[in-house]
Every structure is written in C-alpha cells, then in structure tokens.
C-alpha cells in the first residue's frame, strides 16, 4: 500500500500484530518514549479481546516500522499507543495505521475515540487535529517521567458508509 505522507512516500503493509512482533515493538518504543511500555504490557494488550493492535511493515524488507495499540472502553476506542520508527517519521506511517483504524471500527463506537498526548508534543497534536481529534481537557501531572500534562482529545464516531441503493 501506497501513502503519500508529510515526507516522501512509502511502501508500507498493515496488518494485525501478533506475539512474534514483540521485539521489533519494544525496540520502536524504546525510541520513541521516555518511559517505554514493557514487553509484558504489549503482550497483555495483543492477547485482550478489547484491543486491536495493527502494524505497519516494510513492504521490501519486512521489518516493523510502526504501530499502534487501541482498546475498547464501554463506548469509546482509547487510542493507548502510536509510535513510527524514527528513520521512517513524517512518511504518513501513523496516519496509514489511524485511518486503517477507523476503517476497521466505524459503526462500533457510541462515543468515538480518545486518547492523550503530551502538550508538548506539537507534531503530534497536529496529526491528530488533521484526523479530526479536538482537544476536550487536561490531566494535570499525567506523564509519571516529568510530571507533564496531557491534552486529552477526541473524535466523534466514524459512521459507516451509507449502502448504496
């Protein structure tokens, strides 16, 4: 599959993760984040029936170059984590993943989705504002590293396409 993204574009496939991706998971979220996820978290999540983990491969090599890691709350679709790796950043890698995403979702969801972000993290407030997510609030003190708040954001329901008559 073919993304036009921010930089040039890419040859990436999506699919489902599965346990054997772990290390090429822990490996992006050591990368990407402060304090990383563990091993044991990420299996929790590939293993829970309320999840959906996707990934997003090198089509030439097959090496994970992104994920991202949903739940299902009650209603809503909590997006947990969403990270690319950082020699594939600014390709349209998350963009692929979340709109596979609500591809995969539209019509499950009451509430829509949510998730939080750092404030500090312009790039990705702006990825997701340009995929319909609007701030609603903020939690105070919510990054256990340095005490930084989250933007809490949301988007409305995906709709499923009307049928065609």
């Known amino acids: 599959m073919l993304a036009p993204g921010a930089g ?39 293993s829970k ?43 349209g890698i998350a963009s692929m993943l979340m709109n596979r995403l609500f591809d995969l979702t539209s ?9 939080e972000v750092r404030v500090s993290n312009a790039g990705a407030i702006k990825l997701y504002e340009r995929l319909g997510f609007r701030a609603r609030g903020v939690r105070r003190g919510y990054y256990t590293d340095n005490r930084e708040d989250a933007l809490i954001m949301w988007k409305d329901p995906v709709q499923e396409p009307a049928a065609k008559s």
Request: with cysteine; hydrophobic share 35%; glycine share 6%.
């Open 107 to 115: 019509g499950r969801s009451r509430r829509g989705y949510t998730l």
């Open 8 to 46: 040039k574009v890419t040859n990436v496939e999506l699919r489902r993760l599965e346990p054997r991706d772990l290390a090429g998971i822990e490996e992006i979220e050591r990368a990407s984040y402060p304090t990383p996820w563990s091993r044991s978290m990420f299996a929790s999540e590939l």
């Open 49 to 91: 029936p309320s999840s959906l983990c996707l990934g997003a491969f090198d089509a030439e090599t097959g090496r994970l170059v992104g994920y991202l890691v949903i739940s299902r709350y009650v209603d809503a679709w909590h997006v947990m984590n969403v990270a690319v790796s950082p020699d594939r950043r600014r390709q």
